[in-house]
């Protein structure tokens, strides 16, 4: 009978046809989940490698250099090319970074488990990636003012020395600084801004006193590995004492220049909300580590200088509204 129907009818469903046609279904979605969660995976591995969280540190200051170089607000594009500049150029140093010290990271407990040391991420994958990104930078930087592409070599050959200064001084804390502080500059020429005054370096030496004050912080958690490593920082090299002294004397400094910088540019009342703001954050999170207690620098680390970052900004941009208003 059932061979009779089949010759009657011979494009009927075979007995199987509908579970091997749902079997194909179930198999195709589960296949595209793993693809998925595979993706996301990766994606996060290099965010993680690249710290993309961390961007709320300096990106900030950058975009406050575009603010204030000018008495209007930037074109859309400048902004665009701006941030994608500084992406770029972060993303670059960030896994030069990671693949200079992927032999070190190995030894280190607290950094053993990142990507490039643990083997997720190819030493080879993260060369090209440095390369794209910094092509990404000089490519942005071309489209803005002239002296932004001009300047380029310097901040690529500045990003790329860093890497290499914990092995042969303790200052890495302030060349990383400079790294930084330079962004400022960076978003400031690509504004249109000149460097002839003593606004825009007042602006880079609040953010590189800032940024290296932090990171002799959280370089005090690494000072038993440094040392064995033969590894150059304040807290290996003075001791995690006379280190944080060395960090609370740079935020002062950072004080200090936002004063200075407020003073020479003549910026309102929202501008020094935002700076006493900023320098309550920097108090506090010197308060949150001692020499007897570490355990807080996460806290000091991430949730403190966030704050402060996007304070600095907001209060620049709010400053700048108000004054190019009717």
């Not at 990404?136 to 803005?144: D, E, S, T």
């Not at 400031?188 to 002839?196: F, I, K, Q, S, T």
Request: with cysteine; proline share 4%; aromatic share 10%.
């Amino acid at each position: 009978m059932k061979s009779s129907l089949q010759d009657t009818c011979p494009n009927a469903a075979k007995p199987g046809a509908a579970l091997d046609s749902g079997d194909a279904v179930r198999t195709g979605a589960a296949t595209a989940t793993v693809v998925r969660r595979s993706a996301y995976a990766t994606i996060r591995e290099w965010a993680e490698m690249i710290k993309l969280e961390h961007t709320v540190f300096a990106l900030p200051f950058a975009l406050s250099g575009l603010l204030l170089a000018t008495p209007r607000l930037p074109s859309l594009g400048t902004w665009c090319w701006t941030v994608l500049a500084f992406t770029g150029a972060r993303a670059a140093a960030m896994t030069l970074n990671r693949l200079i010290d992927a032999r070190i990271d190995a030894r280190n407990p607290r950094t053993s488990s990142r990507a490039l040391p643990a083997g997720r991420i190819k030493g080879a994958s993260a060369g090209l990636f440095v390369l794209a990104s910094f092509a990404l930078m000089l490519f942005c930087a071309a489209k803005l003012p002239p002296l932004c592409l001009w300047l380029s070599p310097i901040a690529v050959a500045w990003l790329s020395f860093y890497s290499y200064t914990k092995r042969f001084t303790w200052l890495c804390h302030i060349v990383l600084g400079i790294s930084l502080g330079g962004a400022a500059l960076g978003g400031w020429v690509a504004a249109g801004g000149l460097l002839n005054s003593y606004a825009p370096w007042l602006l880079a030496a609040a953010v590189s006193a800032w940024v290296a004050g932090f990171d002799i912080i959280y370089a005090c958690q690494d000072i038993d590995v440094d040392a064995r490593e033969n590894l150059f920082s304040m807290p290996s090299k003075f001791g995690v004492r006379k280190a944080l002294n060395v960090s609370r004397l740079l935020h002062l400094i950072t004080s200090a220049c936002l004063v200075l910088l407020g003073c020479a540019l003549q910026l309102g009342p929202a501008y020094w909300v935002g700076a006493t703001l900023v320098m309550g954050m920097l108090v506090y999170e010197q308060r949150l580590v001692s020499e007897d207690d570490l355990s807080k620098i996460d806290a000091a680390f991430f949730t403190t200088n966030g704050v402060v970052s996007i304070a600095a900004f907001v209060a620049i941009l709010i400053d700048k509204l108000l004054r190019i208003s009717p």
